[in-house]
């Protein structure tokens, strides 16, 4: 048995991404030497997920934390500075 943790920090979820749509009892595969997370859910659920996401509202609204939120890209992208 083999124990693991996988940390992601990064406001994909609150801007619809893939991670946004994953749901308690979903099957993730873990690929440690690719280094590669996949979610095992159909094309065709997470676009009914998808369909009926709503944006959260934020739970932090002012200081560094909101202005990260506001911002800055998600970590697929670097997580720099948007352009505006």
């Given at each position: ?7 992601h920090v990064?406001?994909?979820?609150a801007?619809g991404g893939?991670i946004?749509?994953?749901?308690n009892?979903?099957?993730?595969a ?7 997370i996949e979610?095992l859910v159909?094309?065709?659920?997470l ?6 996401w709503v944006?959260?509202e934020?739970?932090i609204?002012?200081g560094?934390?909101a202005r990260?939120?506001?911002l800055?890209?998600?970590a697929?992208t ?7």
């Amino acid at each position: 048995m083999v124990d693991l943790v996988v940390q992601h920090v990064s406001p994909e979820a609150a801007e619809g991404g893939p991670i946004a749509y994953v749901e308690n009892g979903d099957m993730i595969a873990i690929d440690m030497i690719a280094c590669k997370i996949e979610l095992l859910v159909s094309d065709e659920e997470l676009e009914k997920r998808k369909a009926k996401w709503v944006c959260p509202e934020p739970k932090i609204k002012t200081g560094y934390l909101a202005r990260y939120a506001k911002l800055v890209t998600n970590a697929s992208t670097g997580a720099v500075f948007k352009d505006e």
